[in-house]
């Protein structure tokens, strides 16, 4: 077995490469074919959605909408298709984002750091009544994974990454970087949207600095402090009776 020599910005670009993606549920060749009017009325589902969409049917989104029927249906055939395009479209808009925010010349902890802050972008905002509808849409929640998993393995790789180098002590780095990943998710959850203090994104930004700065490898100082307060090969005091 030969050992790589490549850079490490080689290594961590062709590991992201191996790295599978989630299949669009709008392909690129099906966006780009899109009307200038579709693109608008998906932007604004968005917004719509927000406000919760279990009651409403396609003839009331068309009137919410401002338009035609047959523009609606000419974007998907239900109103859940709808709500898997918006959220897939954005998923996507994000995942763009948090990949461009990975820099390979920048170590992988601070790397992970950036990628999953423009990663917990995709629950910024989430609603109540969003999170709640979302619930029973069992396609929505498979949607989710998908995209869930991508993180989650994009996480891993630099927390091997960070391994290897030295960066932090050996982990457990697919627990961890399951945690990390799903953190935002399961902020954006309703029951869980209820009773934060903050918004879904800057409760998972939290959690996601105190795992990191519980991973960094100490300094030799700090090693040595942390053994009882005790540096080099000092004794302790014998007990007094």
């Known amino acids: 077995m030969t050992t790589s020599t490549a850079p490490r910005s080689t290594d961590l670009h062709e590991r992201m490469r191996a790295v599978p993606r989630p299949t669009p549920v709008l392909s690129r060749e099906r966006e780009r074919s899109l009307t200038p009017r579709q693109r608008e009325l ?35 055939p239900s109103r859940d298709d709808l709500v898997l395009l918006v959220i ?20 992988p902890l601070p790397a992970l750091r950036a990628y999953l802050e423009a990663a917990n972008m995709a ?11 979302l ?16 993180i989650v393995t994009v996480a891993r790789c630099l927390l091997d990454l960070a391994v290897e180098r030295r960066d ?33 994104q800057d409760a998972a930004n939290s959690i996601v600095d105190v795992i990191l700065s519980g ?16 540096r080099g090969g000092e004794r302790p005091s014998p007990a007094r009776r």
Request: glycine residues 10%; proline residues 4%; hydrophobic residues 45%.
């Open 168 to 200: 932090i002590e050996p982990v457990d780095t697919a627990a961890v970087a399951r945690v990390m990943a799903g953190v935002g998710r399961d902020f954006a959850r309703p029951e869980v949207l209820a009773v934060l203090h903050s918004s879904p």
């Open 135 to 150: 619930a029973t849409v069992p396609a929505a929640q498979r949607l989710n994974d998908a995209h869930s998993d991508y």
């Open 42 to 76: 998906l932007d604004q589902l968005g917004g719509l959605f927000d406000a919760g969409f279990a009651d409403l049917t396609m003839a009331a989104v068309a009137r919410r909408l401002s338009c035609s029927l047959r523009t609606l249906y000419g974007l998907a």
């Open 123 to 133: 629950v910024a905002g989430t609603t109540a009544a969003f999170a709640r509808d």
């Open 215 to 230: 991973l960094r490898r100490p300094a030799r100082g700090e090693r040595e402090l942390s053994r009882g307060g005790r």
């Open 88 to 107: 897939d479209r954005n998923l996507w808009r994000i995942g763009r984002l948090a990949t461009g925010a990975l820099d390979a010349e920048v170590a």
